[in-house]
């Protein structure tokens, strides 16, 4: 896929790998629609952005538990930015304290995200197909035994990510699906474990979990994005660790 011209959205955009995919998105000449629940941090964002990227780049107030919001994201994007080309359905939540959060955001937000996407993007709906990235993370690889429903949240999104992704659903929308892994970054290290593990007694097995852990660098897990973007089969998913080549997972033998 050549980007320059397309038209991406980002789920989560104001901080972490958001920020991150949007501002490398931006040099590669996309048009961007940062989408985030911060409308402060969004507008500040944007605003900042603006001077480099001038027409290019808006912010969507977007909550992706709330669909209607979240629909309204896509229908301003086409709006004001022509189209939507790409979907980026990075919102995220590791808190196993706020579980039923957790998963709405980090599972049901993205089946949202791919709904509308097919919606306004598939050809089966008059649009011109396009990508999809789904946030998963390196703990589809190495699980995390203190963060369960976390894990459980992230392997979902792998399976989701294989099943959308396979020849039928690519075929009938012209929607490839792809699912990016990233390993945690040094924010997620370095917080409080006891205000997101689900138990107390959860923390020795937190510090085992991450005792061979490098955190990851956004501006890195960017750069593997536009990478994927280009080259990626659908419906496969891909760990991203510091200092390696993105890995393609086998998670269904």
Request: hydrophobic content about 40%.
């Amino acid at each position: 896929m050549d980007l320059k011209g397309k038209v991406a959205i980002v789920t989560g955009g104001v901080s972490g790998y958001g920020r991150a995919y949007c501002e490398e998105l931006l040099r590669h000449g996309c048009k961007v629609s940062v989408c985030d629940i911060d409308s402060d941090a969004g507008d500040e964002m944007v605003h900042n952005l603006s001077k480099i990227a001038k027409d290019r780049v808006i912010f969507c107030p977007c909550d992706v538990t709330d669909y209607p919001q979240f629909e309204e994201a896509f229908q301003t994007t086409i709006s004001k930015l022509g189209g939507v080309d790409i979907v980026i359905n990075n919102a995220s939540l590791m808190n196993d304290r706020l579980w039923e959060l957790e998963v709405d955001v980090n599972l049901n937000g993205i089946i949202r995200g791919l709904l509308l996407a097919y919606r306004f993007m598939g050809r089966d709906r008059g649009g011109c197909g396009g990508i999809v990235i789904n946030a998963g993370a390196s703990s589809s690889a190495h699980p995390m035994i203190s963060l369960p429903v976390f894990t459980a949240t992230k392997h979902a999104v792998a399976a989701l990510t294989s099943c959308y992704g396979d020849k039928l659903h690519v075929n009938l929308t012209g929607v490839k699906v792809i699912a990016i892994c990233p390993a945690p970054t040094e924010a997620h290290l370095a917080a409080d474990p006891r205000k997101r593990l689900l138990s107390g007694e959860y923390e020795q097995a937190w510090h085992a979990d991450i005792s061979n852990t490098m955190p990851v660098k956004c501006e890195y897990v960017a750069k593997t994005l536009i990478d994927l973007l280009k080259k990626a089969p659908s419906g496969s998913s891909w760990l991203v660790e510091n200092g390696q080549l993105p890995k393609q997972m086998s998670l269904f033998p």
